[in-house]
Structure formats: C-alpha cells, structure tokens
T-cell receptor
Framework: KQEVTQIPAALSVPEGENLVLNCSFTDSAIYNLQWFRQDPGKGLTSLLLIQSSQREQTSGRLNASLDKSSGRSTLYIAASQPGDSATYLCAPRRNTPLVFGKGTRLSVIA | GAVVSQHPSWVICKSGTSVKIECRSL??????MFWYRQFPKQSLMLMATSNEGSKATYEQGVEKDKFLINHASLTLSTLTVTSAHPEDSSFYIC????????????FGPGTRLTVT
C-alpha cells in the first residue's frame, strides 16, 4: 500500500525566499505524481502533474522534480509571496486513486 | 480545463438525518469518480471509488451502508450520508477521472458537513 510522507510538516518564511518542499513515497511503480495546493476550508488546486517518464515540470515560479526510482519528488517555489501561503499536497498515482500525504503548511510572511 | 462541481458547498443537519452531496463533471464525461474525506488538519482519505453503472468500491473501514454512493451517469455521482452523527462532520471532496487509470484526477471544491 502506497504511503506518502511530506517534509517539513509546516514552514514559515519571510517573503522572497526560495523554498523546497519534499515528498517521498514507498511504491515507486507510479504513472504520475501531482502537486496540489489547498487553501483553508477549500478544495484542491492542481499545480503540476509529472508523468513517470518526466524528470521535472515547471509552471511560473513553481518547479517540481521527480525521481521515481528513489520514490521522491520536490517542489521548488521561487521568490515566495504571501499569496503562496497554503497547504501543499503531493499525490503519486499508479492504477489506483491518488494517495495523499499530510501536506506541508506554508506561511509566507510579508 | 476540466471542471468538477459539488453541491451543496456546505450543509448543517441534525443528528439522525440523511444528507446527499452531488458531484458533477461539467465539461467532460467521467467514467470514474472518487470520494474523499478530510478531517481538520489531516490529509485526504479515500472513501470509495465509483464507476458509472456499477457498484462503488469502498476502502477498508468505510461503511457502505452508511455512505451510499450512486454513479448513475457519466457526469454525476452522489454521496448520501445516512443517519448522520456528529462524528461524520467533515470536509467531503469528490474527484473525477476521464478514463484511463493513469489519467489526471480533477477535484471538486468540497462540501463542508456539520452534524449537530
């Protein structure tokens, strides 16, 4: 059974910093991995989807990398802004529904 | 992009009553829909997987007689919480997948259920 771990659980940084959020998963036989953002009391916003054949994906200030063989993914956030404050979830997928980690709660302080 | 809606966005009900939550794929046909539950500051936990026209598959520990799932069409799945109790209060999120098991899942905005 897939298990997902996200480190750190919480992070508070001043505005402008570059950030690294880590995700590890136990079953590396995945088809893809998604990173999501969740604001308090809200649903999920998909940020990036990386297929298993890809090493990374970029969208604006976000860059996600995937090392499938070692069961790791990393989300880089460049030049963080207060609007980036949210919980970030990673979710690997095989031929089953997405399995989520507990997320990293990010606070960017102006 | 693919859009998934949920209705209602929030609901308050009395203990012992039943509540129905709808999940719709607005601009695509979803052969598979998923229902998740999320308690405060916890991750999303999969409750069940539903395929159009067939019975839902429930995860271990989820009572199928309490959480009734119907996926009657390619654009609509419903979750009915029967005889709700305060411990059922949670955030319920559905998602939909277009087809292949490796395809992207699109998530609804969630429904906040409070049972008093």
């Amino acid at each position: 059974k897939q298990e997902v771990t996200q480190i750190p659980a919480a992070l508070s940084v001043p505005e402008g910093e570059n950030l690294v959020l880590n995700c590890s998963f136990t079953d590396s036989a995945i088809y893809n991995l998604q990173w999501f953002r969740q604001d308090p009391g809200k649903g999920l916003t998909s940020l990036l989807l990386i297929q298993s054949s890809q090493r990374e994906q970029t969208s604006g200030r976000l860059n996600a990398s995937l090392d499938k063989s070692s069961g790791r993914s990393t989300l880089y956030i460049a030049a963080s802004q207060p609007g980036d404050s949210a919980t970030y979830l990673c979710a690997p997928r095989r031929n089953t529904p997405l399995v989520f980690g507990k997320g990293t709660r990010l606070s960017v302080i102006a | 992009g693919a859009v998934v809606s949920q209705h209602p966005s929030w609901v308050i009900c009395k203990s012992g009553t039943s509540v129905k939550i709808e999940c719709r794929s607005l601009d695509f046909q979803a052969t598979t829909m998923f229902w998740y539950r999320q308690f405060p500051k916890q991750s999303l936990m999969l409750m069940a997987t539903s395929n159009e026209g067939s019975k839902a598959t429930y995860e271990q520990g989820v009572e199928k007689d309490k959480f009734l799932i119907n996926h009657a069409s390619l654009t609509l799945s419903t979750l009915t919480v029967t005889s709700a109790h305060p411990e059922d209060s949670s955030f319920y999120i559905c998602s939909a997948s277009i087809g292949a098991s490796s395809g992207e899942q699109y998530f609804g905005p969630g429904t906040r259920l409070t049972v008093t």
